[in-house]
């Protein structure tokens, strides 16, 4: 059993940075694939990016290239979204999961209870 819990989503402004960590209890976490997903108000639950269980892999949907990094340190059970150029249209709550390596959501066994990132204009 993995428990994951999201933080360090808040309120920015467009143009800002941010950083999400998603930390995890269990000692079988360095095993599963970790990725994020969001989802905004009346739209569905949205790939944004995956790492792979010993971290040398990751995957990003195409909107978060450049723009995103997801990287991990399971020496501290953690795993983190750098996001750079915050726009407006990133404004979701953003979930956490640990799963298999893949850019589907139903491929992910344990979720977070998710960080809500507001981007303002």
């Known amino acids: 059993q993995v428990q994951l819990v999201e933080s360090g989503g808040g309120l920015v402004q467009a143009g800002d940075s941010l950083r999400l960590s998603c930390t995890a209890s269990?000692?079988?976490?360095?095993?599963?694939?970790v990725g994020w997903f969001r989802q905004a108000p009346g739209k569905e639950r949205d790939f944004v990016a995956t790492?792979?269980?010993?971290?040398?892999?990751?995957s990003y949907a195409d909107s978060m290239k450049g723009r995103f990094t997801i990287s991990r340190d399971n020496t501290k059970n953690t795993v983190y979204l750098q996001m750079s150029s915050l726009k407006p249209e990133d404004t979701a709550v953003y979930y956490c999961?640990?799963?298999?390596?893949?850019?589907?959501?139903?491929?992910?066994?344990?979720w977070g209870q998710g960080t809500q990132v507001t981007v303002s204009s």
């Open positions: 999961a640990a799963g298999s390596y893949s850019s589907s959501y139903g491929t992910y066994i344990y």
């Open positions: 269990g000692h079988t976490f360095s095993v599963y694939a």
């Open positions: 790492v792979s269980s010993s971290g040398y892999s990751t």
